[in-house]
């Protein structure tokens, strides 16, 4: 009898202790794949949310309330063999605002490059060591960013812990026939993702990214004209990166997450704010424009 209870309070303290961080959605839509037998389509879904909510990847503890809300949807185009598909994945993060019911967008990205193998009822296995399944390998990486944006919104580089687990995934997978790994592949792929994040080039993104968080999201509700100078401030502090090389795809990255938020945030901004912040978007942020000139639009009465 103590020996169970002794049992209990190791397994209740390290549940506690590291708990699960994310709270994922994941949908797998087999509707392009033309067979009677959905069944492998409905396990591979249950098995792929089970391996990202109910394994560990942080030492952090996480209360359930804290755990970061994503989303994974897997669209199946192709099934090239009976264990073997072609895919597109669909992520998505966000993060609660403080002292609001508000949560901000953090990754929204579209990989059409998702090449994998799958057979029903075998476990899903991942190590950071070695590249053990092109399924497992890639929803790890997006695991590891969105852990990194969330920390990294948090402290300023407190992200690079998990970029530099992605990045390993990225190393491990460079002998892999399955494409998004290799820098000669593309220009806006895993490893550009990654590679980017880390690259000394663009360590002004980090400090953006936790600016615009911490020092003006989180303050938005108390003090918002601070807020939106420390937001405005932040979105200047990007640049530097896009004089340097204007398609970085971080840029990308940042601005596909976060345009109609900042559309919506200067809203209520004061005259001058706006013509700042529409003049600095159009130049770093070119492809978003017909967005960004709703800012100055005056609101119908």
């Keep these: 009898m103590k020996y169970l209870l002794l049992l209990f309070s190791i397994t209740s303290y390290l549940s506690e202790v590291f708990s699960q961080e994310l709270l994922c959605n994941v949908r797998v839509n087999s509707s392009q ?23 560990v990847w942080t030492t952090s503890n996480f209360q359930n309330e804290e755990r970061i809300e994503c989303t994974f949807v897997i669209n199946v185009s192709k099934k090239i063999s009976s264990d073997e598909f ?33 057979l029903e009822y075998q476990s899903l296995e991942f190590s950071e060591l070695t590249h053990m399944s092109n399924l497992t390998s890639v929803l790890a990486f997006y695991v ?9 919104s948090f402290s300023e580089y407190g992200g ?7 990045q ?14 290799k820098a000669f592949e593309s220009d806006k792929n895993r490893y550009w993702l990654v590679n980017d994040l880390l690259d000394q080039r663009y360590e002004d993104f980090h400090t953006s990214f936790y ?41 990308k990255i940042f601005f596909d997450a976060k345009t109609d938020e900042i559309v919506n945030i200067y809203s209520e901004a004061f005259p001058n704010e ?11 942020d070119p492809s978003n424009s017909t967005k960004y000139q709703l800012i100055t639009q005056e609101k119908e009465r």
């Design 33 to 55: 794949i033309q067979t009677s037998d959905r069944k492998i389509f409905q396990t591979m879904q249950t098995e792929i949310y089970e391996f990202i909510n109910n394994r």
């Design 86 to 118: 072609e895919a597109s994945l669909q992520i998505q993060s966000t993060r609660p605002v403080y002292g609001t019911s508000f949560k901000t967008p953090l990754f929204n990205y579209l990989d059409n490059n998702f090449r994998f193998k799958y």
């Design 144 to 152: 590891n960013i969105i852990l990194g944006l969330d920390f990294a």
């Design 160 to 166: 690079n812990e998990y970029f530099s687990i992605a």
């Design 168 to 181: 390993r995934i990225v190393n491990n997978a460079q002998n892999t026939p399955e494409p998004g790994w």
């Design 211 to 251: 600016r615009y968080h911490r020092l003006g999201l989180d303050l938005l509700g108390e003090e918002p004209d601070d807020a939106r100078f420390e937001i405005t401030e932040s979105i200047e502090g990007l640049k530097s990166i896009y004089r340097n090389n204007s398609s970085a795809f971080i840029l």
């Design 274 to 284: 706006k013509a700042r912040i529409v003049k600095t978007l159009l130049e770093i």
